[in-house]
């Protein structure tokens, strides 16, 4: 009797520990409130994908998920609390109704947490936190399910005090994240894609730089910059990607020059440069050329000047326009700033895929071919002939 009225003190904490954590993730949905989830903010890009709601969205609005975990934890708190009161912390009936719940609970976390690893590529730390209270409550009514039957004729007020106890501290803690959030101005961020889907943010016109058939069915979305070592690791797998895909694939390049960083203050002139070039039918040549030089030799603007010339630029041309605060090469590039800006680009390369003219998804860089071997990419590449 003794280990069923400890285990079942223990759903009572955790009932209130998952009440808390759904509870949050509830209150953050409906107020639209960011989480605080470190610098990367992965829970907002988690809470508001679409494998997040039950029905409906989060830009048009719907039920989350994480209602139903919160509904969850009320149910298993308060069958823990019943059994507790009544002194029947190990009744069958009622012992199995909680395992079933948990279990289920369980599963469905499971899942949402693979969807949030390697679909989403996000990790919410809370969403985690539940999953893991969800498994260990189910793991605690097992324990509880083999313990011997026996009603408990002392009735627990130790119980009361303590469901008591814990109702005041979990709506004291759910206040007071509420309004530190609020008091910080922490509106819920869905990250890059929700800003660019929700906002609509054309990233693809008529003036954008195509690689590859400007009809193709699918679209890959670069922000990069000519000094990024890892963006030019990246440069000969999208040629490589346009190059087998049968006029399939198309790959969209934006300039996001990180000239503030060590090693990149060279990456401004680079990307007005490469402007100048596009002028002349040379865009992707000076690209490639950029990206075949070691970065240790572009650190200088003599050098990156003689990669206009290896191209055929006229380099007195290039450098009396470089001078020119007003010149159309440079207002190219800083709409490509502003545009990277607008939807909070913090990195290069950063990649997006979108098949025709659906939403675009953002998807890192070691996962590109794989992202592309799911539908409905897949389809769009293997499928037909390619679109003149």
């Known amino acids: 009797m003794v280990a069923s009225v400890l285990l079942n003190r223990i759903l009572i904490v955790l009932g209130f520990i998952g009440i808390f954590i759904a509870g949050f993730l509830s209150l953050s949905s409906f107020l639209k409130l960011s989480l605080p989830c470190g610098l990367e903010k992965g829970c907002d890009t988690v809470t508001t994908h679409p494998s997040a709601y039950l029905?409906?969205?989060?830009?048009?609005?719907?039920?989350?998920?994480?209602?139903?975990?919160?509904?969850?934890y009320i149910a298993l708190t308060i069958l823990a609390v019943y059994r507790g009161v009544r002194g029947l912390e190990n009744s069958r009936p009622l012992v199995y109704a909680g395992f079933l719940i948990s279990l289920i609970?369980?599963?469905?976390?499971?899942?949402?947490?693979?969807?949030?690893?390697?679909?989403?590529?996000?990790?919410?730390l809370w969403c985690l936190s539940s999953a893991a209270?969800?498994?260990?409550?189910?793991?605690?009514?097992?324990?509880?399910?083999?313990?011997?039957?026996?009603?408990?004729?002392?009735?627990?007020?130790?119980?009361?005090?303590?469901?008591?106890?814990?109702?005041?501290?979990?709506?004291?803690?759910?206040?007071?994240?509420?309004?530190?959030?609020?008091?910080?101005?922490?509106?819920?961020?869905?990250?890059l894609v929700m800003r660019a889907n929700e906002n609509k943010t054309t990233l693809v016109d008529k003036d954008s730089h195509?690689?590859?058939?400007?009809?193709?069915?699918?679209t890959i979305i670069e922000f990069a910059d000519l000094l990024c070592p890892s963006c030019q690791q990246t440069y000969p797998v999208l040629e490589d990607l346009v190059k087998k895909s049968d006029?399939?694939?198309?790959?969209?390049?934006?300039?996001?020059?990180?000239?503030?960083?060590?090693?990149?203050?060279?990456?401004?002139?680079?990307?007005?440069?490469?402007?100048?070039?596009?002028?002349?039918?040379?865009?992707?040549?000076?690209?490639?050329?950029?990206?075949?030089?070691p970065q240790a030799e572009l650190q200088t603007m003599e050098s990156i000047v003689d990669v206009s010339r290896?191209?055929?630029?006229?380099?007195?041309?290039?450098?009396?326009?470089?001078n020119d605060p007003k010149?159309?090469?440079?207002?190219?590039?800083t709409d490509d700033l502003n545009l990277a800006n607008?939807?909070?680009?913090?990195?290069?390369?950063?990649?997006?895929?979108?098949?025709?003219?659906?939403?675009i998804e953002q998807v890192p860089t070691s996962m590109l071919e794989d992202k592309l071997n799911t539908e409905p990419y897949k389809s769009l590449i293997l499928g037909g002939a390619p679109a003149k």
Request: aromatic share 10%.
């Open 105 to 124: 609970g369980a599963l469905f976390s499971g899942y949402l947490t693979y969807v949030a690893l390697y679909e989403i590529h996000a990790t919410c």
């Open 247 to 293: 006029g399939r694939v198309r790959v969209v390049f934006h300039h996001f020059p990180l000239f503030m960083k060590e090693d990149h203050k060279m990456a401004l002139p680079a990307a007005t440069i490469a402007e100048m070039a596009s002028e002349e039918g040379k865009f992707w040549e000076f690209l490639s050329a950029m990206y075949s030089r």
């Open 133 to 191: 209270t969800m498994v260990v409550t189910t793991l605690i009514y097992a324990m509880l399910l083999q313990t011997d039957v026996a009603a408990n004729p002392k009735r627990g007020k130790f119980d009361v005090v303590l469901t008591i106890l814990m109702t005041f501290l979990i709506s004291f803690a759910l206040g007071a994240g509420v309004s530190y959030q609020k008091s910080r101005g922490a509106t819920l961020d869905g990250g």
């Open 310 to 322: 290896s191209i055929g630029l006229n380099s007195e041309t290039v450098m009396k326009r470089m």
């Open 55 to 72: 029905i409906g969205n989060y830009a048009q609005g719907g039920l989350p998920v994480s209602y139903l975990g919160f509904a969850a």
């Open 210 to 218: 195509i690689l590859g058939n400007v009809n193709a069915p699918v």
């Open 342 to 359: 607008k939807i909070k680009i913090m990195s290069t390369p950063t990649l997006f895929v979108q098949a025709h003219d659906g939403p």
């Open 327 to 333: 010149d159309p090469a440079i207002q190219r590039v």
